[in-house]
């Protein structure tokens, strides 16, 4: 029983960021790096959610919004505005949050299966839901959501 | 590797290399042969590769390829001795046997087998050979010094150069003799290639190594066998050399006897022998006079040091650079450009506010000097990533005469400039297009000899592949002096096949016309010919070229002869480009593809059939406004100006006006790829990163241009049915 305990109680490292009101988290080992948003440039006949490219130290990168991406209102930039930098397919690709808020050691004891009540997000982009000192944290399959639907091969 | 050669992958690679080269000899030298036939150098040529390939593939084991290659040798050496007559059959005879060590090579280095048989190639060989007179071979007749010095070597014994022979003729001069060793490297060392570098140290302390094989360069990059031949003069006596060489461990000598070059040649029969047999003293000896060793004082030479085994090697300055390094160091002298290029804003900053101080001088002065060196970074980087074309250049000939044999055409191929150099991965890109082009030269270029002889041509039609220097570019030039392109039979053509509309074929200029032969799925070839009447090939040889920012321009008089002239940058990844806004973001369009650039009032901007267009010195020009081309909306509070800017742009011997809201300048532009996650983008070839840190998108102005005209084109086509 007490072994039972232990091994559920694996800790994962979490970057927490805000999209609008809401707190989301990504694996921390999916998030290369965090960086203040730059100038963005549109490319044309891309999906809406790719907002453009974007320049990162000499390498040009895309950048999608993750709220257009999740269905979420897109509210302007602020200060806070950042882009959290993933690793996909071998390349980079920069998602706009509206903050980053921590890093967090969420035990998996925390963490629920996705459900529709919990967010406004499709469950497919959600790994589950961590609840974490009365904050919801709805964790993220950033895999998932950066694949390109659009282009999916049947 | 599934032959079980006793060889490790390295050095598969060393003798597929060498095979490469060997063959590549082989087949310019047959290809030389069949024009001049009595030349014995040519045969010397060809007869040497053989030998070589013999040798090697005999060392490595394959049993067929040494087979083949050793009956290839006694014909080539009945030829080169007079007793054979090169006719066409020995000739076509060659060309086969080059073809299966070319499937063998592959069987090698794939490790399956072929499956092709070399039976009956074996027995033409036989043939031929039986035809040759059945002289004896003149070993005893022979005069002392036989024209063909080499053929004096103890069997089993490569070539030594004219220089090596000075040398062992001139040691008893030096109070020296001429020795040669047979060694063989223990199969269980763990590194040969040490004790190979040992041997050569070892002699190298009692004498000169005037040659090796390996040499000591292959010694030094450990491309080692295990086996080991060494010609040296030294003061020492036979037992002095005996020791030494004992004294190695590892390696066994198989045979050491002192060398004269002065001697009769040695029965011919012994030319029989294969390389990697280990020689037999006896065998390997015709000796006549053994050189006095003389008990004088040794002098010993100066002792050898790691890097100064005498004569052993040609010294060779070069190294071998992985093509990644060069890409990388590229790339970083690429980031370099950005940044000068940020400090040069902020220079600019600093002159403005502070007029001229000190500290904005000494910057400006920095600055210029980063941009000379970044200059000279970028140019040797750039050579340094260069090969001459030959390399691709010498495969062409025997394809083309290939092509020709099966068209039924005479062609007189020339080859010229293949000294020019060009940048490896835009030598490897340009292979097969350009293998289309000249494909195509011969298939539909040049006429039939009849219909030739007919219009007063030569039967012969003359293909021509030259490659050139221009500026900043090179240009490979692919023509030929056949029947040329006609604008009027494209035409037809083009509207037979529901590409375009009668009128609009009429509209078309000659160029125009003539350059339709780019557009996908067009072919003037009545019948499928397996050699390029497909009609796949022309559209994708102009987007290769495209792909390397390159163009291809058509110049051709009917009746007279085409020509196919493909331009190339010498660098891939700058390009000077010019830039232009719209809707606040700035574009990048390669400065080669603008003709010119202009600012016109909208009022002269006309309408013909839906088209915007202006008329420029006569000539309608078709106008596209970016905005639209990219499916782009205006703000609803825009106002259209009075003026917009026009740049004038060629495509495909097409000019088309983009209409943009802005000019901003033009300047090198480093490309960088948008990426896997973005993908290809029609219209777009890349992004770069300007001095402002802002990223602008790179135009692919054909793909642009040509994704709009054939929309536009089915429309009209669709339209008037």
């Known amino acids: 029983m007490e072994q039972q305990v232990e091994l559920r109680d694996a800790v994962t490292q979490v970057v927490v960021f805000q999209l609008g009101k809401e707190l989301y988290g990504a694996d921390i080992s999916a998030v290369l790096e965090v960086s203040p948003l730059l100038r963005v440039t549109k490319v044309p006949r891309t999906p809406t959610y790719i907002d453009g490219v974007t320049n990162l130290r000499g390498r040009v990168i895309p950048v999608v919004d993750l709220r257009k991406r999740l269905g979420l209102p897109v509210t302007p930039a602020t200060k806070a505005t950042r882009i959290a930098v993933a690793e996909i397919d071998g390349g980079m690709v920069g998602m706009i949050v509206d903050a980053v808020v921590e890093v967090l050691r969420v035990p998996a004891s925390a963490v629920e299966p996705p459900s529709a009540m919990f967010s406004k997000v499709d469950t497919e982009h959600v790994q589950g839901v961590a609840k974490v000192d009365d904050r919801l944290i709805i964790l993220l399959d950033l895999a998932r959501i950066l694949m390109r639907e659009d282009r999916k091969v049947v | ?721």
């Open chain 2, 1 to 721: 590797m599934g032959f079980g050669f006793d060889t490790s992958a390295e050095d598969i690679k060393v003798f597929l290399d060498e095979a490469e080269e060997m063959l590549q000899n082989m087949e310019g030298g047959i290809l030389r042969l069949e024009k001049e036939s009595d030349n014995p150098e040519v045969v010397q040529e060809i007869f040497r590769a053989a030998h070589t390939l013999k040798g090697s593939s005999a060392t490595l084991g394959h049993q067929r390829m040494a087979e083949l290659t050793h009956s290839m040798e006694n014909v080539l050496d009945k030829v080169r001795k007079g007793k054979l007559e090169v006719t066409g059959a020995v000739v076509d005879t060659l060309f086969a046997c080059l073809d299966v060590l070319k499937a063998y090579k592959e069987e090698i280095a794939t490790g399956e087998e072929s499956g092709v048989s070399a039976q009956s190639i074996l027995e033409q060989l036989a043939a031929i050979d039986r035809t040759g007179s059945a002289a004896p071979a003149a070993a005893a007749s022979l005069p002392a010094q036989p024209p063909a010095a080499a053929s004096s070597m103890p069997a089993g014994l490569p070539q030594l150069t004219p220089a090596d022979e000075e040398k062992v003729k001139s040691a008893p001069v030096r109070g020296m003799t001429a020795f040669w060793a047979h060694m063989q490297l223990d199969k269980n060392a763990a590194m040969p290639a040490v004790r190979a570098f040992q041997t050569l140290l070892a002699v190298g302390d009692i004498g000169e190594v005037v040659r090796s094989w390996p040499t000591q360069e292959e010694v030094e990059e450990d491309k080692v066998g295990d086996d080991m031949k060494l010609v040296f003069v030294t003061r020492e006596s036979m037992e002095v050399v005996r020791t030494t060489l004992e004294g190695i461990p590892e390696v066994k000598i198989l045979a050491v006897s002192p060398l004269s070059l002065a001697t009769p040649a040695p029965a011919p029969a012994a030319a029989a022998a294969v390389v990697a047999e280990p020689a037999n003293a006896e065998v390997a000896m015709p000796l006549a006079t053994l050189t006095a060793d003389p008990e004088g004082a040794p002098r010993r030479e100066a002792t050898a040091t790691a890097g100064q085994i005498k004569g052993a090697k040609n010294s060779s300055r070069t190294v071998r650079v992985d093509v990644e390094v060069l890409d990388n160091l590229m790339n970083t002298v690429g980031e370099l450009v950005i940044e000068r290029t940020r400090l040069l804003q902020v220079l600019t900053h600093l002159e403005t506010d502070r007029e001229g101080d000190e500290a904005s001088q000494v910057m400006s002065s920095a600055l210029a000097q980063i941009g000379r060196l970044t200059g000279n970074l970028q140019d040797e980087i750039q050579r340094a990533r260069m090969l001459p074309v030959d390399n691709l250049f010498r495969k062409f000939p025997r394809m083309v005469r290939d092509v020709a044999q099966k068209a039924g055409k005479e062609i007189e191929f020339v080859v010229q400039g293949e000294e020019t150099e060009l940048d490896r991965s835009v030598i490897e890109e340009i292979g097969d297009p350009l293998m289309h082009l000249l494909r195509n030269s011969v298939d539909h270029g040049v006429e039939p000899p009849m219909d030739r002889l007919k219009v007063g041509k030569l039967a012969k039609g003359t293909v021509t592949l030259e490659a050139l220097r221009e500026e900043n570019r090179i240009v490979i030039s692919v023509r030929d002096d056949g029947r040329g392109i006609d604008p009027q039979r494209i035409r037809a053509s083009a509207v037979k096949k529901g590409l375009l509309s009668e009128d609009a074929a009429r509209r078309l200029s000659d160029n125009e016309a003539i350059n339709l032969i780019w557009a996908p799925g067009f072919s003037t070839a009545e019948k499928v010919s397996d050699i390029s009447g497909r009609g796949v090939g022309l559209d994708v040889v102009h987007k290769n070229i495209e792909k390397l920012n390159g163009s291809v321009e058509i110049r051709t008089e009917v009746g007279k002869g085409t020509e196919f002239r493909v331009k190339l940058p010498l660098t891939l990844a700058i390009i000077r480009a010019l830039q232009v806004e719209v809707l606040d973001t700035t574009y990048c369009i390669e400065l080669s593809s603008v003709v010119e650039t202009d600012r016109i009032p909208t009022s002269e901007i006309k309408t013909v059939r839906q088209r915007e267009v202006i008329v420029k010195r006569g000539e309608v020009i078709p106008l596209l406004r970016l905005v639209d081309a990219f499916g782009q909306q205006r703000p609803a509070d825009f106002v259209e100006p009075e003026e917009v800017f026009v740049v004038i742009v060629a495509v495909m011997g097409k000019q088309i006006g983009l209409v943009v809201d802005n000019l901003i300048g033009e300047g090198d532009v480093v490309i960088k790829p948008l990426g896997k996650f973005i993908g290809d983008i029609p219209g777009i070839s890349g992004a770069t990163i300007m001095g402002n840190g802002d990223v602008a998108i790179i135009l692919d102005i054909s793909s642009l241009v040509n994704t709009v005209q054939t929309e536009l084109n089915r429309q009209e086509a669709a339209l008037s049915r």
